[in-house]
């Protein structure tokens, strides 16, 4: 399965009006208005070059005048921001158990949201309810030719590799060509990532990691995965699958095990059916820790100690600003877990002028993939570029 696809525009000119368009958006996403002369000023174009863009923007209906800047000597100048409702982009999770599917605007709104489940998660199951999804947000008042482009997320690790066969993976999509099917069941431009690394952006565009530019991202999807964030951008690895973290072997009572055999979703309803409690849902998981069951505690026990070793592994090989804990899972589970993990004194994390905490429970929802699968295609949308992406 290829993580993404890409292609080149067809001239060296439409990559550098493309690229110059792209700057000027990202602009104006981080100031939320601009004139044209701070613009100029900002990304080092000229203002005849800036003025064109914009005019070229206006016409689009990407941007919109907010009016003139007040405070300064001559003519004030007018101002200019990114029209939110200029479009919308699709972001789809396919789990083991479910599809999820986010429409949100270019400013990051959730516009509406569906829920599916699935009998099985083969793409012969899935790809129909992806050919289906489009007029779910017509039906939402989301028209399909408004949606630029959609982003998709599964668990890893995409295309046949030494851990795969994994009870987290998603059968039958590892032997076709992902992105190439889903973009003519939905019939959009489409990016497929893990969902660990699209959790990551979901934190940093919309939860606990919006001040942060390095950093780690535990998520608890199908199993246990990880996001790297460095300098604002995933690390993605060569063929899409860094942050396999869930294979790692960690020291348990009964020896060696995968991390995600102990600290996961995955392994906390394997504990709890082991007394006798079934859960289906999130909100079932969430009634269980109000509880605190003989069964969760020994869980939360078992999957702290793990992730402290894992921690003190990713904190001395990536040297992050902090690490993050989020997913399909009940908040205050997440909370318990950063409560019951023992962060190790051995690390280069461990130092007296840090400014985040070394763990932090994050705060994007049960659904931070989707939307972090969302929030990638509009700022792939906003953002410079020398490539189309597909």
Do not use: K
């Amino acid at each position: 399965m290829a993580a993404h696809s890409i292609s080149t525009p067809g001239s060296n000119a439409e990559r550098s009006r493309l690229y110059n368009r792209g700057l000027v958006l990202r602009h104006l996403r981080r100031a939320g208005s601009a004139g044209r002369a701070e613009i100029a000023r900002a990304v080092g174009l000229s203002i005849q070059a800036v003025s064109n863009i914009i005019s070229d923007l206006l016409s689009d209906g990407w941007v919109q005048e907010t009016g003139r800047r007040t405070g300064q000597r001559g003519q004030p100048p007018v101002t200019y921001a990114i029209r939110h409702a200029a479009g919308a982009a699709l972001g789809i999770e396919i789990r083991t158990d479910a599809l999820l599917a986010a429409w949100i605007d270019l400013g990051g709104e959730v516009l509406h949201t569906e829920r599916f489940q699935l009998r099985a998660s083969s793409p012969d199951c899935v790809l129909p309810l992806l050919r289906a999804l489009p007029g779910r947000g017509d039906g939402a008042g989301i028209a399909a030719d408004h949606v630029i482009g959609a982003g998709v997320v599964m668990p890893g690790p995409f295309g046949i590799t030494g851990v795969s066969g994994q009870a987290t993976e998603l059968p039958g999509w590892g032997q076709i060509a992902a992105d190439r099917e889903i973009a003519r069941a939905l019939d959009l431009p489409v990016t497929v990532e893990n969902d660990a690394n699209a959790a990551a952006m979901a934190e940093m565009v919309l939860g606990a990691a919006r001040d942060l530019e390095t950093f780690a991202c535990l998520y608890f999807g199908a199993g246990l995965g990880l996001g790297l964030v460095s300098g604002g951008s995933v690390n993605g690895g060569a063929f899409g699958n860094a942050g396999e973290i869930g294979h790692i072997p960690v020291h348990t009572a009964d020896g060696p095990q995968p991390l995600e055999q102990v600290a996961s979703r995955m392994a906390l309803v394997a504990a709890l059916s082991r007394d006798g409690i079934h859960v289906e849902t999130v909100e079932d998981l969430a009634a269980i820790q109000a509880t605190r069951p003989p069964a969760y505690l020994r869980w939360l026990n078992a999957a702290g100690d793990a992730l402290g070793t894992a921690i003190q592994i990713l904190e001395n090989l990536t040297d992050p600003q902090a690490i993050l804990i989020t997913g399909a899972m009940p908040e205050a589970i997440l909370q318990d877990l950063v409560q019951a993990i023992t962060l190790p004194a051995h690390s280069v994390a461990n130092r007296p002028d840090r400014t985040h905490p070394r763990l932090i429970a994050g705060n994007a929802g049960r659904m931070a993939a989707t939307l972090g699968a969302a929030a990638h295609v509009v700022n792939t949308a906003l953002s410079p570029r020398l490539v189309a992406t597909h």
